[in-house]
């Protein structure tokens, strides 16, 4: 492996080049590399200034990740920064793509910012459960004041260039070229200058108004309840303020170690590496992707719509095919009030949005139009019938290597795609509502789908920006099956006595963004009326079926939509509809059920047991390539809080002994919904976690 820190004098000013692909993260050889350099430097007299860059596509961006977790190897970053710091000629950092985290921090070590119009910056330490713990959290409210600081590092947000000059972050944006030159060209006018270094640990920290800091903490207990890296950046930050460099420099060093330790941190990191492994799939390993230009969305209800602005506001052209006049007209009126949403929000200039409206969207009663669409997304109304009907006469329009997908959330793929006489090109696209926001993308897998048409659908996923999940088909497949199996474990504790309302609480107090029954309500109880009246005929007679949804949905409550379900939904927000527990009460009675005391730890230990059991039945099977993947499904479409990993992580956290005991412990209660997972059983007897599965 050679060097990856390199030096090289020209015309006295060293030129200081860090090559460690495919971001240059800060590893131990990058370190080492820093500080032997600047050591060599400062032993030359033929030295007037040093510049800093990174070679290829990026500076830094940030502390090697795959380091963490494992014993720290010197020399610790902190410490090089410092040296860097302290070198008596200027020191000039060259940014251009992304300087993050210890990236950002080495720069701000530097004396002199000089960046690329298209640089980001940012700390993102807190996303990873940890802070800024180089420096950032002491020379960042130096140089641009604590409450930016406190609004970068505990938010984790990225900036560009221009916001960064504003707020005194960098000196100056260079026109576009490579960081190198760039950087050589500003060292010899600080030279030309006779510029002397200029350190941001020596600046003086300005004082801010005293409620700064609660304030702070009040955003951030609002914003990332649950999370403890959030509130040890606030501390560390409040460090800056009232201790000498060097004494907040070690305050961010113990406030940063707390929370290396933490599980938090670990997740997080676990759910950073997982959601790019998920893309890493086997049976698609080098084969090409079939080219996209031109979709075709059938569907313009509330799931077409978001799917054809999803591919619209990624450059894609659109046709939309609905079933008759009014309804198309219905379907562009959804697609052009989004679009208009996000230009609004500033997500889309007015230039773009006059750009789709007049050439690369368009909407029509006539599946013609579809003849030359590389690729076709079925979002209709969820009836097998219905989707047969749908995809017959795509089989008879559509070009030959045309890929003919659908968002199907339950359906057999396998049955949609024997209707055509070309299977090999019908897969599964599974979007979640609203589809232009929600990061997931389930891409299923059927008997007979063509690897480059799998391949297809993850370079799509890739262009709308979307996570996507390898699924085999099975009902429900990732995610919603194990949602329907927790959602019973749920109405099982309801049935035993805890509220819904009981049962939301406990789980978001546990992290979720909504409990369960608030999101039944968010989706429509008709959806998962249709589903349980479906599985109907084919229910096993052991099954202890709750019946209190149903009342709701045949007095006409649907949730949201309806105004009223589990919650009754007013001008003023949410509150519980008391009817419920009537139904509810009717319900046990009919079962014979006595209600018992249920505490917060056990409803969120049923949800989690039922999650994670069959979870491991949906590795097992196959339906899911490894544990990671469904730790992407949960994060990404069903709000499971992402500073616990995901399920599988959760479990390998608390020790799949106690799962699998719990399992047993509810199965007391109901022995058919909680049958353990042989998976799950197999990993207990052999000491194995979900995380030793990733790895093989
Ligand atoms: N360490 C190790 N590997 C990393 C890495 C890192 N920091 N960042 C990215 N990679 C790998 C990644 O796993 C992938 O590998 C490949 O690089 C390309 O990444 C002391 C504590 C830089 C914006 O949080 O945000 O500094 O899958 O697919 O879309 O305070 O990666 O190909 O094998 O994401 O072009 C703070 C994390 C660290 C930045 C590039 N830094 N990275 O995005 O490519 S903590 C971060 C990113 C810290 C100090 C501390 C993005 C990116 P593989 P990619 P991309």
């Known amino acids: ?139 960042l409210p ?71 800091f ?61 959601e790019r492994q998920v893309a890493k799939v086997p049976d698609i390993k080098g084969v090409t992707a079939r080219p996209i230009e031109k979709i075709g969305v059938i569907g313009g209800g509330t799931m077409g719509a978001g799917i054809a602005v999803a591919a619209l506001l990624s450059g894609l052209k659109v046709t939309l095919i609905e079933r008759e006049p009014e309804a198309v007209a219905r379907a562009k009126a959804n697609v052009t009030k989004t679009l208009e949403g996000s230009v609004k929000r500033g997500k889309l200039a007015q230039t773009k949005f006059d750009d789709i409206m007049a050439t690369t969207f368009s909407a029509s009663d006539d599946y013609s139009q579809l003849v030359d669409a590389d690729l076709v997304i079925e979002a209709v109304f969820e009836s097998m019938e219905v989707k047969k009907d749908v995809f017959t006469r795509l089989d008879a329009i559509c070009k030959p290597g ?18 055509t006489s070309r299977p090999q090109d019908v897969i599964g696209l599974h979007f979640f509502s609203p589809a232009h926001v929600m990061r997931l993308l389930e891409i299923v897998v059927a008997d007979k789908t063509a690897p480059e048409v799998t391949a297809t659908g993850f370079e799509l996923a890739k262009r709308l920006k979307k996570v996507a999940v390898r699924a085999g088909v099975c009902d429900g497949f990732i995610g919603n099956r194990i949602l329907s199996h927790y959602r019973k474990a749920v109405d099982g504790a309801v049935l035993a006595g805890a509220s819904p309302f009981d049962v939301d609480r406990a789980l978001v107090d546990f992290g979720l963004a909504m409990g369960p029954f608030a999101v039944s309500d968010l989706a429509g109880l008709d959806i998962g009326w249709a589903t349980r009246k479906r599985l109907a005929p084919t229910r096993d007679p052991r099954e202890v079926y709750a019946a209190f949804s149903d009342r709701l949905c045949e007095a006409g409550h649907f949730g949201r939509k309806t105004g009223k379900g589990y919650y009754v939904y007013k001008e003023d927000g949410p509150c519980p509809n008391e009817d419920v527990l009537t139904h509810v009460a009717d319900d046990r009675a009919a079962k014979g059920i006595t209600p018992r005391a249920m505490s917060d730890d056990e409803i969120v230990d049923r949800y989690m047991a039922a999650m994670v059991n069959e979870a491991a039945r949906v590795v097992e099977e196959g339906i899911a390539l490894r544990p990671l993947d469904v730790d992407v499904t949960l994060l990404n479409g069903y709000g499971f809080p992402r500073w616990r990993g995901g399920p599988m992580q959760y479990a390998d956290t608390v020790g799949l002994e106690k799962i699998l005991a719990d399992v047993a412990r509810f199965a007391r209660e109901d022995d058919f919904l909680w049958q353990p997972a042989p998976l799950l059983q197999r990993l207990v007897a052999e000491g194995k976690t979900f995380g030793d599965l990733n790895d093989a």
């Open 402 to 419: 045309a890929v003919l997908a659908t968002n199907t959330s339950y359906l057999d793929i396998n049955e949609i795609a024997a209707m």
């Open 214 to 274: 609660e304030q702070a903490r009040t955003r951030v207990a609002q914003k990332s309840r649950g999370q403890l890296a959030p509130l040890n950046c606030i501390k560390a930050v409040e460090g800056a303020m009232r201790l000498p460099f060097l004494e907040g420099l070690a305050n961010e060093r113990a406030l940063f170690t707390e929370l290396m330790g933490s599980d938090q941190r670990s997740a997080l990191i676990h759910a950073f590496f997982a």
């Open 142 to 212: 130096r140089l641009a004041g604590a409450e930016v600081a406190l609004d970068l590092i505990t938010t984790g947000r990225q900036i560009g260039a221009e916001e960064a000059l504003a707020i005194g972050l960098i000196d100056k944006i260079a026109a576009a070229g490579d960081p190198r030159t760039v950087g050589v060209a500003y060292a010899q006018d600080l030279v030309r200058q006779g510029a002397a270094p200029r350190r941001s640990s020596a600046l003086p920290v300005q004082a801010v108004a005293p409620d700064v």
């Open 1 to 139: 492996m050679p060097d990856p820190v390199s030096l090289e004098v020209v015309d006295g000013i060293a030129i200081v080049a860090i090559a460690n692909p495919p971001v240059n993260a800060l590893s131990q050889a990058v370190r080492a590399g820093l500080a032997g350099v600047f050591a060599a430097i400062e032993a030359r007299d033929d030295v007037r200034a040093v510049v800093i860059y990174g070679s290829d596509r990026t500076f830094i961006a940030g502390a090697d990740i795959r380091e963490f977790g494992k014993p720290p190897l010197e020399p610790f970053l902190p410490d090089v920064i410092n040296q860097i710091e302290a070198c008596r000629l200027p020191v000039i950092a060259s940014l251009h793509g992304t300087a993050l985290g210890g990236g950002l921090e080495v720069a701000m070590g530097a004396h002199f910012r000089v960046a690329d119009p298209a640089a980001r910056f940012g700390l993102p330490e807190v996303t990873l459960g940890i802070l800024p713990g180089a420096g950032g959290t002491q020379r």
